[in-house]
């Protein structure tokens, strides 16, 4: 199944463990310890990475994102579905299952 | 005996080191490092070694001290960044034992104090540090003698401590010594018989070069990565962009595979995206026949011309 049919407003997401993530230059810069890739998130990837420090539902990522970079919700939410989907194809954040 | 080189201390590498072992290739100093102090003391280690958990069958980590085994040469142990214990084994040879001292030791010690060791040759081009790393047999040691031939003078050999002060990395010297495969000597006219051949490495010989030494930190301006081509042809020159550094440097770093075994890694990242970003690296690759220096160090002036003129 392609994890872009069931992605919703609703889908709560958790980061998967062993990433390291840091800033540099006011960029989030991560390492993933398994895979051993390093990751630029750039500075919007690193405000979504960090509103998911806990379980969060994309509803709610696109309204950090659109409060932090005073965005319209149109744009905020297609930039965070976008994200999401590579975080996902990176395997670094799941879908919780508890949800 | 401990008492009379209790007062004696040797400078390498931005510490102030007191030894219980002679450090001949060592100059003195009467000066705190700028790293700060440790003192290389001799003890039995035999039952410590036995009682501390194994991430390797010869590599041992507690808390803040690591411990290793070379066989037949000593234990060592590195502890808090500001001791190493060597218990010298039976009928040790006792250049061995410094290698490991100077080397492993340092390495280890180095990221205890948050210090990145590169593994390196760093030179001065141009009042500015440029680090030369790459893969054992890379050429590393050739060109950076072939650069001292031409005036230019070492900042570190094998290992470069790299401190980060306000965003910007510095790299410290080592100490004026420098270790040449019989290759190199050849390449470069020097008469091997001359210079003291380094322990179990009869072609690797250790030449001093107290005159050609740079004795106080630079600014690293720049790393090179040396590659070696199957193919012939010219020497090239790629920059290295994105997080293509990170690897870079990680790979470079000295004894890498201890940075997860001592948990330092999220350090390790996080000192990386400090300074990544300002600075410039590049891929050197030469042909794997013949001898390169010469067309390696025109390629690099070229490269850095930009930067030099800048300033």
Request: net charge negative.
């Amino acid at each position: 199944m392609n994890t872009a049919d069931v992605l919703s407003l609703q889908t709560v997401l958790v980061k998967r463990p062993g990433n390291i993530a840091s800033d540099m230059d006011g960029e989030k810069v991560m390492l993933n310890v398994k895979n051993g890739k390093y990751y630029n998130l750039g500075e919007v990837g690193g405000e979504i990475w960090s509103a998911l420090d806990e379980p969060v539902s994309i509803n709610r990522i696109v309204q950090v994102i659109q409060e932090t970079f005073d965005v319209p919700a149109e744009t905020a939410e297609q930039d965070v579905f976008e994200f999401v989907q590579s975080l996902l194809a990176e395997d670094l954040v799941a879908i919780d299952s508890g949800s | 005996m401990a008492s009379t080189v209790q007062g004696l201390a040797y400078k390498a590498f931005g510490l102030q080191i007191f030894s219980e072992f002679p450090l001949p290739e060592l100059p003195l100093t009467d000066e705190p490092g700028l790293i700060g102090s440790v003192v290389v003391i001799r003890g039995d280690l035999a039952e410590r070694w036995q009682a501390i958990p194994k991430v390797t069958p010869s590599l041992g980590v507690l808390g803040s001290e690591v411990m290793f085994e070379a066989k037949d040469t000593a234990i060592f142990s590195i502890q808090d960044g500001i001791r190493i214990t060597v218990s010298p084994a039976a009928g040790a040879d006792m250049d061995c034992v410094r290698l490991y001292i100077l080397g492993s030791c340092m390495g280890v010690l180095l990221m205890q104090k948050k210090i990145l060791p590169l593994h390196g040759s760093a030179l001065v081009l141009d009042n500015k540090a440029y680090a030369l790393v790459g893969r054992s047999g890379a050429g590393k040691s050739t060109l950076a003698s072939y650069l001292m031939d031409q005036g230019h003078l070492l900042v570190s050999d094998d290992v470069i401590p790299v401190m980060v002060q306000e965003g910007q990395p510095l790299a410290v010297p080592g100490y004026p010594q420098q270790k040449l495969w019989q290759q190199s000597l050849d390449y470069m006219g020097m008469n091997s018989s001359l210079y003291r051949p380094l322990f179990e490495r009869e072609t690797k010989f250790a030449v001093p070069v107290h005159d050609r030494f740079q004795t106080e930190p630079l600014p690293l301006a720049g790393v090179f990565e040396l590659a070696v081509s199957e193919e012939e042809g010219p020497v090239t020159v790629q920059p290295i962009n994105g997080m293509e550094r990170f690897h870079t440097l990680f790979n470079h770093t000295y004894q890498k595979a201890i940075v997860d075994r001592i948990g330092i890694r999220e350090w390790h990242f996080g000192m990386l995206a400090s300074f990544v970003n300002r600075l410039p690296m590049y891929r050197l690759t030469r042909p794997k026949q013949g001898f390169s220096a010469p067309q390696q160090t025109s390629l690099i002036f070229e490269t850095i011309k930009p930067q030099m003129e800048e300033r």
